[in-house]
């Protein structure tokens, strides 16, 4: 079943942030000159998203500069950002393929040549100097605002210390390839290294860019590199429920040549009591989940062969 979404968001225009100051097109660090960690906000991994974007201007607009250690704000996919096309609002996620799926070091050390693989390369050694990273994305479908904190315990901490969103998914990511968020250190659990994605709400959905606003606010004040009264001052209104914690059991990969075809819409959250609940078709193949009170994890429509449809999970908090 398909399904579309008003435009409800204006694309920032990101130009101003090209040269930006570390030899890499739209990437720029703030020296506090003194120690710290090294906290980066990145935005476009996906070019579609429009959330990201609008909190990064917003936060170069007010002048932002860290107390301590270094901030780093950077336009990941900028070139398939700067595709965007409202009449054609899914096309521009990638240029050739999919940035956030290509982090695994034997990828970036390989021969594979496309827009993304080049990026990734060019990034890669800023990257390396990271410490905290906050990626920011949005969702294809209208679901619940969530963090992805990886499969470690030190990511559902991170993930608890910035208190929002409600929602916080404990994964390993994707049968198709290696997530920034899983890159390196921030991967390891014996790193202090330590990385979050956030998933702000529908890609185009005004609520999106008050969710990303939030969540880097939140994220800053925790890393320790801006203002107590300017994060104080920019809280927003967000409360900070209770976080409901969800362990990934693994993700549904698409055999079947064409798109896996849902039975019901789904958004995300929904828990099916009963194992071996018909979900939709992979091909002509009946997919069934594989449990009871299973959790389904951003259910995505549009999904081909290697890639995943949902991710299933339990409550665990
Ligand atoms: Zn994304």
Redesign the pocket.
Known sequence: MTQTYPIDLEPVDIEPYREGNTGIPFMTTFDSGGDGPHVMVMVV??GN?LCGPIAVDWLFKQGVHPRRGKLTLGFSNWRAYQSFDPDDPFAS?FVDEDI?RIWDVSTLDGDRNTAEMERAREIRPLLDQVDLLLDI???TTLCEPLMICGPHEKGRQFARAVAIPEYVVCDEGHIAGKRMRDYGGFGDPGSPKNALLV?CGQHWEKRSAQVAHDVMVRFLGHCGVVDADFVRQNLGDSATPKQKIIEVTGPYTVTADQPFTWKDFYVGFEVIEKAGTVLGLDGDKEVVTPYDNCVLIMPNRLKGKGHSAVRFGRYVD
Request: charged share 35%; no cysteine.
């Open positions: 991994t996906h998203e996620r956030n994305h949005s969702m998933e």
